[in-house]
């Protein structure tokens, strides 16, 4: 039961979550997307490694100077993630609160 001062946000399989106006925090995600089929035709290279948690990891190639640059975000979505898993996460709560007259 939600008590009557906490908004729901409409989730996916019309599950709610309760939505923390107080919190106001700016999250910044990333998805990485699979190769595509140019991509994997011409024999390109992932560039890209994720720690598994919220951690990426862009390794360039390009001679003559390979490098590693590593970026943190709230939340890394892999390969492998779903619209659902993405919208779920990143973006059901923005659009709940928007929907409850937050802005």
Do not use: W
């Not at 008590?3 to 979550?17: S, V």
Request: hydrophobic fraction near 35%.
């Amino acid at each position: 039961r939600v008590g009557e001062d906490e908004l729901l946000i409409a989730a996916p399989m019309g599950g709610c979550a309760p939505f923390d106006e107080g919190d106001g925090a700016i999250r910044v995600c990333c998805r990485v997307r699979p190769q595509n089929a140019s991509e994997q035709r011409g024999g390109g290279a992932v560039c890209v490694d994720l720690d598994g948690g919220n951690t990426l990891t862009l390794k360039t190639q390009q001679l003559p100077a390979k490098s590693e640059h590593s970026f943190s975000f709230d939340t890394v979505f892999g390969v492998d993630s779903t619209q659902e898993e993405v919208y779920t996460d990143a973006a059901a709560p923005i659009v709940g609160a928007v929907l409850q007259g937050f802005n």
